[in-house]
């Protein structure tokens, strides 16, 4: 089962990279034009920087404490911090209208809750 939750990790920590990665190396209007990211219109560029940020803090925290084994307890709590990011994200579609992007931020979060549990649970360091 290790290896289970360790390739949902990987998966998650890919995810998160990707997109936070994205969010801090395009400008406000970049992102908007890419058509995938309209919803950056409701937030200003230093929040979408953040939350770009918040995500590739997640991928690092994903992997690394139990890679270096220092404080493993962290890949839960980054966990946890990912499932409150596709939360707000899910939360930001809806009221957009943007339903199509929802099932996406619930699979994510899922995924991420399925990390948490197992790490603080039975799989933990």
């Known amino acids: 089962m290790n290896t289970v939750v360790w390739i949902a990790q990987g998966l998650l920590a890919v995810a998160m990279l990707g997109a936070g990665a994205m969010k801090l190396s395009k400008s406000k209007a970049e992102l908007q034009a ?11 560029e230093p929040q979408i920087k953040g939350i770009g940020t918040l995500e590739v803090l997640a ?28 939360l707000g994200a899910a939360a930001t579609h809806l009221r957009r209208k ?26 933990a360091f």
């Open 34 to 44: 890419s058509g995938s990211m309209d919803w950056v219109e409701d937030f200003p």
């Open 59 to 86: 991928a690092i925290g994903l992997i690394l404490p139990a890679v270096l084994d220092i404080a493993p307890v962290l890949v839960g709590v980054a966990a946890v911090g990912v499932v409150l990011l596709m």
């Open 98 to 123: 943007e339903n199509q992007m929802v099932p996406v931020n619930l699979l994510i979060a899922a995924i991420a809750v399925f990390v948490a549990v197992m790490r603080f649970g039975p799989e």
